[in-house]
C-alpha cells in the first residue's frame, strides 16, 4: 500500500490488472449486448408501430370511402369546368381519363397513406375511426360529397358575380407592365 497525503492507494500488481481488465471487458460486453438488444427490441416496436399505424390508416380509409369520394370528387370539379367552359365537353371523355390516370385514389392510395401518416398519430386515427362509425360520423361522410360540391358551385358563383373585378385588376396589372416594358 501506498499513501499519498491522507490517502491511501493499492499497488496493482500483473494479477490484480488481469482481473479488473477481464471484469471491465465483461462489463463492456454485457452492455454492448444489451445496447444492441434495446436497439433490435426498438426497431421490432418501431416497425410494429409503423404497421399497426398504417392499418390504422387502412381501416380509416376505407370507412371514409376514400375511393368513392375522389372519384365523385373528380366528377363534379369536372363538370364545373365544363359548366364554365362548354366547349369542353366534347373532350370530357378525354379529360376524364387523364385525370383518372393521375389523381384517382388507384394513382394516389399510397401517398395518401404516407400523408395520413405524417399528419396524424395512429391515436388519433383511431379517434377519427370511432366518431366516423357514429352516427354523426357516417352523416358527415355520407354528406361530404354534397358539401364539397356546394362549395365548389358558392366559390364559382361568388367569382362570377364578381368577375368584373377580375378583370379591371388583371388590365390595371397589365398596363402596369406595358409601362414597365416601354422604360
Known sequence: MIIYGRRKFLRS??????VMTKQISIIL????????????????????????HKEAVLELMSLMNMENLINETIDT?????????????YYKGTIKEFL?????????QDEYFKIYQEEFSENEIRDMIKFYK???????????????????????????ENIHELQ?????KQS????????
Open 13 to 18: 500488481n500483473n494479477e490484480e490488472e488481469k
Open 168 to 172: 379591371e385588376m388583371l388590365k390595371a
Open 29 to 52: 460486453i454485457i452492455a454492448v449486448v444489451v445496447f444492441i438488444s434495446i436497439g433490435c427490441s426498438k426497431n421490432k416496436i418501431i416497425k410494429q408501430n409503423e404497421q399497426t
Open 77 to 89: 370539379h369536372l363538370d364545373i369546368q365544363i359548366q364554365q367552359n362548354p366547349s369542353l365537353a
Open 100 to 108: 383518372n390516370k393521375y389523381i384517382s385514389w388507384e394513382s394516389l
Open 134 to 160: 357514429t352516427e354523426t360520423g357516417k352523416k358527415t361522410l355520407e354528406r361530404l360529397p354534397v358539401l364539397m360540391q356546394k362549395g365548389a358551385k358558392l366559390g364559382q358563383q361568388r367569382v362570377q
Open 176 to 183: 402596369e407592365l406595358n409601362d414597365f416594358s416601354e422604360e
